[in-house]
């Protein structure tokens, strides 16, 4: 039975790993082996960061809405509380946007759910 060495097929899958590690430094740019297990850790990373990511920016909008709910003498809790009363479908995304690009529209908003806010 004649030997099989793999030919271009190795070749091939060692390309596809090897085109994927652009950007990488030394050893895990060039060598098959080091190569794989840093491109195999960089899909892992970016799998949970794609996640991570989410969490990331709604945190930073709740702290954006907590300040701008500040400056208008009421707690971010009490502010989302009566939002949800008045029924105001706007996302805490769209919220920090009008809060940071148009505050006097956003005071005016605060102070009409106002009154819906529960007492302290």
Known sequence: MPRAK?????????????????GFVL???????RTAEAVDRAFV?????????????????IARLSAAANDNQMSYSR??????????QLDRKVLADIAIVDPKAFS?????IRSLAPAQ
């Open 6 to 22: 793999r030919g271009f097929k190795r070749r091939r899958r060692h390309n596809k790993v090897l085109n994927r590690a652009e």
């Open 108 to 112: 005016a908003m605060i102070d009409q």
């Open 79 to 88: 502010m989302i509380g009566a939002l949800k009363k008045a029924q105001v």
């Open 45 to 61: 990373y970016a799998y949970r960061d794609r996640r991570a990511k989410k969490r990331d920016f709604r945190q930073l909008w």
């Open 27 to 33: 050893g895990r740019k060039n060598k098959f082996k």
